[in-house]
C-alpha cells in the first residue's frame, strides 16, 4: 500500500530506483547529487536491489559504462549534477544518437565560472540540445514519481531515447517534504520489465552501434531522432494518464495554474512554480487576473500545449533560471515562438533570475508581475541584480 513519509529529494529518487531496481549504475558523486548515488550504493550493498553497482572514476566515465551497458541491453541509471554533466558533455549526443534509454537524474547547479555550488538550471539548459528527453520537477514528490515516469517515457518502442529528470539542487535535493510512496509492486507492474531494442548481446541478431556516418546518413539519423522526440511528446501523455489512474496525481506537459481566465501568465521551471503559484493566489486576491504554467516536459518542447496556454493573454512572463550570454534566457524565445501559433502573440517579458542561487522569493515575484500587468516591464529583466 502506498504510504507517507518524510523525506529529501535525492533519497526519494534512490528510493523510486530502488523499487525500480536496475540492472546496472555507474555513477560519480558530485555536490548536491551525491546522496542519491550514496543512498542507492547502500541498497545495493545491503542486497536491497540486484542491480551492479559500478565506481568509476569520473562523471565521463560513468556515462560512457552505462551507454555501454544500455546497449548491451541492461536497463541503466545514473546521476550527476553542474561541472558532472558538463564532464559528460562529449558523450551526450553519442548517448542519444545511439538510441540508449538511459535514465539519468541531474540535481541542478549552476555551471562553473565562477564557481558555485547553488542551485539555477545552466546545466540542463545547457544540455538542451543533445537530444535527451527532459522532465522537471517542482518539489520532492514530483521528483519521485519522474524518477517512475522516466523509463517509461525513454524505454518506449517509438522513442529509445535517454531521459533526464532535474530537480534542483538543495531546494529540492536536499529540503525534506512529505512525500507518498507508491507500493513497490505497483512500481514495478507500472514500469515492466525492459525489453531493449537491437541489444548487442543478442547475438543471434548482431547488430552494430556507434557507426560512423557520412553526409548521407548522418542527416537522416538526426531527423529520426527528432521524430522520435516528437513521438515522446504522445508517450508522455498517455503515460501521465496513465500513471493518474494509478496514484491520483496527475501530470501533463505543461502544469497549469489558475491559467483558464487569467488575462496575464507567468512561465516558469522546477522548484519556483510552485512559488509562483503562492505569488498568483496573492495577485488574485488584489483582483489582478493572473496564472502560472510549468514545461514539466522541457525536452521534447511542447510547443502546441504552450500556445494553448497563452491563447488570448494580454502579457506573458518568462522566468529564466539561467541566462544564454549574449541572449535572452534559453526558455524565453521557444515560449515566444509557440505563441505565434495562435496568430496574435501577446507582449512577451524575459525575468532573469535565481543564478547561482540568488533567492527566488514570492515577493520578487509579486513585484515583476505587477510591472507586468501595469505595461512597465522591460523586455529583459535581471530580477534582483541593479545593472
Known amino acids: 500500500m502506498s504510504h507517507d513519509i ?84 562529449e558523450m551526450l549526443p553519442i548517448t542519444a544518437a545511439m538510441r540508449v534509454p538511459i535514465v539519468m537524474a541531474v540535481a541542478n547547479r549552476a555551471i562553473s565560472g565562477p564557481i558555485n555550488i547553488n542551485n539555477d538550471h545552466g546545466d540542463a539548459m545547457s544540455a538542451r540540445d543533445t537530444g535527451w528527453i527532459q522532465l522537471f520537477s517542482e518539489n520532492v514528490q514530483q521528483a519521485y514519481d519522474n524518477s517512475i515516469i522516466a523509463p517509461r517515457i525513454a524505454e518506449h518502442h517509438d522513442v529509445q531515447l535517454p531521459i533526464l529528470v532535474n530537480l534542483d539542487g538543495f531546494i529540492l535535493t536536499h529540503a525534506i517534504e512529505r512525500m507518498t510512496v507508491m507500493d513497490t509492486n505497483d512500481v514495478k507492474e507500472f514500469v515492466g520489465e525492459y525489453k531493449p531494442l537491437y541489444p548487442l548481446l543478442d547475438t543471434k541478431h548482431p547488430v552494430s552501434h556507434g557507426n560512423m556516418d557520412g553526409p548521407d546518413f548522418y542527416y537522416p539519423h538526426k531527423v529520426q531522432s527528432e521524430l522520435a522526440m516528437k513521438k515522446a511528446l504522445e508517450v508522455a501523455e498517455e503515460v501521465f494518464k496513465e500513471f493518474a ?132 516591464a522591460q523586455r529583459l529583466t535581471y530580477l534582483g541584480v541593479k545593472i
Not at 535525492?10 to 555507474?26: E, G, R, S, Y
Not at 496525481?249 to 522548484?271: K, M, N, P, T, W
Not at 518542447?301 to 506573458?316: D, N, Q, S, T
Not at 533560471?321 to 515560449?335: M, R, T
Open 6 to 89: 518524510a523525506i529529501n529529494g535525492d533519497n526519494a529518487v534512490a528510493l523510486a530506483w530502488k523499487q525500480i531496481d536496475p540492472d546496472v549504475c555507474a555513477a560519480y558523486p558530485i555536490t548536491p547529487q551525491t546522496i542519491i548515488v550514496e543512498k542507492f550504493a547502500e541498497y545495493v550493498s545491503n542486497a536491497e536491489v540486484g542491480t551492479e553497482f559500478v565506481c568509476v572514476e569520473s562523471e565521463h566515465s560513468a556515462l560512457t559504462l552505462c551507454t555501454s551497458s544500455g546497449s548491451a541491453g541492461a536497463r541503466t541509471f545514473t546521476a550527476t549534477a553542474s561541472q558532472g554533466l558538463a564532464y559528460m558533455w
Open 245 to 376: 489512474e494509478k496514484t491520483g496525481r496527475e501530470y501533463h506537459l505543461v502544469d497549469e495554474y489558475r491559467c483558464d481566465d487569467a488575462e496575464y501568465v507567468a512561465v516558469i521551471i522546477g522548484s519556483s512554480f510552485g512559488t509562483m503559484k503562492e505569488t498568483v493566489d496573492i495577485l488574485r486576491d488584489e483582483g489582478l487576473k493572473v496564472g502560472c504554467c510549468m514545461p514539466h516536459v522541457y525536452r521534447p518542447w511542447p510547443e502546441e500545449a504552450i500556445a494553448k496556454v497563452l491563447k488570448g493573454k494580454k502579457a506573458v512572463a518568462v522566468f529564466d533560471k539561467h541566462l544564454s550570454i549574449g541572449a535572452y534566457g534559453p526558455v524565453f524565445p521557444e515560449v515566444v515562438t509557440a505563441a505565434t501559433i495562435n496568430g496574435t502573440v501577446p507582449k512577451m517579458y524575459n525575468v532573469i533570475y535565481g543564478l547561482g542561487g540568488a533567492d527566488a522569493t514570492v515577493a520578487g515575484f509579486k513585484k515583476m508581475m505587477e510591472a507586468v500587468v501595469s505595461g512597465e
